[in-house]
């Protein structure tokens, strides 16, 4: 029997309208002996029942799985697993030349709390709520029970995402098989996945889009691609014609990785180069005019709301130096991957850059994630990638 959590008066309303979390202060107590991660019922004052989720410790209290009284076994989360490969089957990403895209997209496939990124026949499951670290083995299993998935090994990496006060000390490993390539397609380039020691899950898929657009853009420029990471940009904008092609990140092993999908992608070619120097020193000490397509796309300025302000002063401060920097006629594709920051806030952000610079700048592209990473209507939330790309003269 799971335990029922009761919603104060006129608290129902939220869950009315389907948004998936319930706030601790929404709920008229706490059973002081509930574990975090236990299943629980959500039910309102006047006795109706909610649904059913997972209860954790914090501000958001519960993440709603269902709006309805169901269990939630091994069957529920082959269902919703189902579903989530149909659509990534309807989206036409499942191709000779497309093995990475993400499969569960946490609030956005109705499974709160979960990301599951597909490289190859490796599915790389990343649990953000204790419910679903427990839930782990019974997934694992479900996602390589997906009819027609293909999908032989499942590598969990929850150690950096989980909450540290639930004292779980998880461990990245494989739950199943073992991967014998590190190797997927994107759109028919080769990119080597770092799952094991890399970021996030090992590679950011949802860039795929805005990569390919930028690749249609690039030919006969001199690109410059800032927190390159593991090179996505670089190597469309290498295919795509660029004059040349040069990658700046922090991080040597980051540098290194980057060169390895150059080199795999376009061996022996000299047009690339990579540097592992401080962003906003390089592009302090780059003359103006050097490059005519400039990429910004850093790590998450604000992870939560209190590190707004100095969020918004960062990218005003970044999209101020590629603004003045680019050569003119020339591009910016600029991003924040920040869900702290609205869109419109981040427009704003890069507004006063561009007013800083006194130059003229027009918008022609506003772009955000892609349809792998569906945002789900009641949860606005979920909408975290906002980009612009940028005409400067």
Same mark, same amino acid.
């Given at each position: 029997?799971?335990? &029922?959590?009761?919603?104060? #008066?006129?608290k &129902? ?11 601790s202060?929404?709920?008229? *107590? ?7 991660? /236990?299943?629980?019922?959500?039910v309102?004052? $006047? ?12 501000? @958001?209290?519960?993440r ?9 076994? =091994?069957? !529920? ?5 189902? +579903?989530?490969?149909?659509? +990534? ?6 191709r ?7 499969? %569960? ?17 490796t599915?790389?499951?990343? =649990?953000? /709520?204790?419910?679903m ?9 479900c ?10 090994? %499942?590598?969990?990496? /929850? ?30 380039l ?6 094991? #020691? ?6 950011? %898929?949802? *860039? +795929? $889009? ?10 006969? #420029? ?11 940009? /670089? ?13 700046v ?25 990579a !540097?592992a120097?401080?962003?906003f ?13 400039i ?30 920097? %680019? ?17 419109? *806030? !981040? ?15 027009? @918008?022609?592209?506003?772009?955000? *994630?892609?349809? $792998? ?9 979920? &909408? ?8 400067? &003269?």
């Open positions: 029997m799971i335990a &029922e959590l009761r919603l104060k #008066r006129g &129902e309303e939220s869950l009315d309208r389907f948004h998936p979390w319930v706030f202060g929404a709920l008229t *107590q706490m059973p002081h002996d509930l574990e975090e991660g /236990s299943l629980v019922r959500v309102a004052a $006047d006795g109706r029942v909610m649904g059913v989720g997972h209860f954790q410790i914090g501000s @958001i209290a519960v709603m799985l269902d709006f309805a009284d169901v269990e939630i076994d =091994a069957d !529920f989360f082959a269902g919703r697993l189902r +579903r989530a490969w149909q659509l +990534r089957q309807s989206l036409g990403l499942l000779p030349d497309n093995t990475a895209f993400r499969l %569960v997209h946490g609030e956005g496939d109705f499974l709160p709390g979960l990301v599951v990124d597909v490289y190859g026949d599915a790389v499951l990343q =649990a953000h /709520s204790v419910g670290h427990y839930q782990r083995e019974t997934l694992a299993r996602l390589v029970e997906l009819p027609g998935a293909g999908l032989r090994n %499942v590598y969990y990496k /929850s150690e950096t995402t989980l909450p540290f006060k639930a004292r779980l000390d998880p461990v990245n490993d494989y739950l199943i098989g073992r991967a014998d390539t590190d190797i997927a397609l994107e759109n028919g080769r990119f080597r996945i770092d799952w094991l #020691r890399g970021q996030k899950t090992g590679f950011f %898929v949802d *860039q +795929r $889009d805005n990569r390919s657009l930028l690749g249609r853009m690039a030919a006969g #420029r001199r690109v410059l691609n800032m927190f390159c990471y593991t090179g996505g940009f /670089s190597v469309y904008a290498m295919r795509g014609g660029a004059e040349l092609v040069h990658s990140d922090s991080s040597a092993k980051a540098v290194a990785l980057t060169d390895a999908n150059i080199e795999l992608n376009f061996p022996g070619d000299t047009r690339h180069k !540097f120097e401080d962003a020193k390089y592009l302090d000490n780059t003359a103006a005019g050097v490059y005519d397509l990429v910004l796309d850093p790590p998450a300025f604000a992870k939560h709301r209190s590190a707004l302000r100095n969020a918004l002063r960062g990218y005003q401060k970044l999209n101020a130096a590629g603004i003045a920097k %680019v050569a003119p006629g020339g591009l910016v594709f600029t991003f924040s991957c920040s869900q702290a920051v609205s869109r419109e *806030q !981040f427009r704003l952000a890069v507004f006063s850059a561009a007013a800083q610079t006194g130059r003229r700048v027009r @918008i022609l592209h506003q772009l955000t *994630q892609p349809a $792998d990473h569906p945002v789900n209507i009641y949860h606005p939330e979920g &909408e975290y990638l906002k980009g612009l790309v940028l005409y400067v &003269e």
